[in-house]
């Protein structure tokens, strides 16, 4: 597991602007990006190169959320910028930026990297925050995507994402005879590493809300299981044989039980296993197809999908099966539901006169919106603050395939992760520090 030594820094006490710098209302609406200055960090002459590649990484950051705008550094005036240097606001107000951050990167004699950055308000004429890291050069990444949360946070009010990974299907191959492996990615693309071989299909990976644990399916043969993944140690273990096929296994909020649909002839129910004992427990019982449970953050509810009506609809029930309530009405099919960690929300995707949309609505099926649509868009799944949703979508044509994609809640701000190879089913972890 990576640790990382932090303190305030000397002199970097919060002072109370007169008011917020910014508040920024990402659920709906084109957000007008907030213009930053964020200079290269300085490294001392020694460390140079690795400053500018943290600040390159927290630069990319922000502009990817789609909040903030990144002024070109032809722009600047001051120069020279280091985390010491006061700076002189008034040529940071003249270039228009709002905030700006600087830093510095050194290595230490036990050979360890310290990092120094500073947020400030240009218009209060302030510092905002100041932190310093302790790491193991190895993890610079990491350090950049934990300044960018620090500044994300500060700014808006509102946990980061940066600091997270992305398990994913990594897909290789010709189209009718793909190589599915489990692999996994910084939420930016970077760090992809592959979990499995590739010999067996996997489908479905969920992350644990709660820690660094994967669900998935996987198929030995014709023989459908349903495995638990520790990121940290690579330990893999069957949670269980089913019979027929098994569908979606997904986590509960508190990551002591997983929830899944199992096939039983022409139709499918819900369950649940609770982790400890093993013991599993229906919670449908219908001649409907039940399938893609997600609780809601309190655990008290989850949402499905079914056709119980005869065709794709939403569904919510109690935790224990009981109350079922329709909620999606709109034209089309609805699946793949996963409720936001925020709990306002439940995202999906939808299929109607063969476009498919990724949309959100609100739990009781009100306020429904469609965020982004394309030639195949699916499995939707929330970053750990709710206001970022990854999805794959995928291109027509023999040398087609998925790719990952973004998109904030505004449904402007859609951005591909780039992955060598294609790629589908994403899910996203829990912020890592």
């Known amino acids: 597991m990576i640790k990382l030594c932090t303190a305030m820094l000397i002199g970097a006490a919060l002072v109370r602007p007169a008011a917020a710098i910014v508040e920024i209302d990402i659920t709906e609406g084109q957000v007008e990006p907030m213009p930053i200055a964020l200079p290269a960090f ?20 922000l502009r990817r959320s789609g909040l903030f705008n990144a002024i070109d550094p032809a722009a600047f005036i001051q120069q020279g910028m280091n985390v010491h240097t006061t700076p002189r606001f008034g040529d940071w107000r003249t270039i ?27 218009y209060a004429g302030q510092q905002l925050i100041g932190q310093q890291f302790f790491t193991a050069p190895e993890n610079w990444r990491r350090l950049a995507h934990i300044i960018s949360d620090s500044v994300y946070e500060r700014l808006t009010g509102e946990k980061g994402y940066f600091d997270t990974r992305i398990v994913f299907i990594d897909e290789s191959g010709p189209k009718e005879a793909r190589r599915k492996r489990l692999a996994i990615m910084d939420q930016d693309g970077a760090n992809i590493r592959y979990l499995t071989r590739g010999t067996d299909l996997v489908l479905t990976p969920r992350f644990s809300p709660v820690n660094q644990e994967v669900t998935y399916m996987s198929y030995m043969g014709e023989t459908p299981q349903v495995y638990l993944f520790n990121i940290e140690t690579g330990q893999r273990e069957i949670l269980g044989d089913f019979p027929g096929m098994t569908f979606a296994p997904r986590f509960s909020p508190d990551g002591q039980q997983v929830i899944m649909s199992l096939q039983q002839g022409s139709n499918a129910n819900i369950f649940v296993m609770d982790l400890r004992s093993r013991r599993t427990t229906r919670l449908t019982n219908t001649a409907a197809i039940d399938t893609s449970p997600s609780y809601s953050p309190d655990g008290r509810r989850i949402v499905f999908e079914s056709d119980r009506g005869g065709a794709q609809q939403l569904y919510t029930m109690n935790a224990d099966g009981s109350n079922p309530q329709r909620i999606s009405f709109g034209p089309g099919r609805y699946s793949t539901p996963v409720w936001s ?29 469609i965020l982004t649509e394309g030639y195949h868009n699916e499995g939707p799944a929330w970053s750990p603050n709710g206001r970022v949703l990854t999805f794959f979508r995928d291109t027509p044509g023999a040398q087609g395939g998925p790719q990952v994609w973004t998109v904030d809640l505004t449904g402007y701000n859609e951005q591909l992760v780039s992955t060598p190879n294609f790629a589908s089913d994403p899910a996203w972890s829990p912020l890592l520090n």
Do not use: C, Y
């Open 96 to 122: 228009g930026a709002q905030a700006l951050v600087t830093g510095s990167i050194t290595k230490q004699p036990d050979g360890r990297l310290k990092a120094e950055f500073r947020l400030w308000d240009v």
């Open 341 to 369: 960690p925020r709990g306002d929300l439940i995202a999906f995707t939808k299929l109607h006169q063969g476009r498919f949309m990724i949309g959100v609505m609100r739990p009781d099926g009100k306020g429904e919106r």
């Open 42 to 61: 300085s490294g001392n002459g020694t460390d140079d190169q690795l400053a500018k590649d943290i600040s390159d990484v927290v630069t990319a950051d």
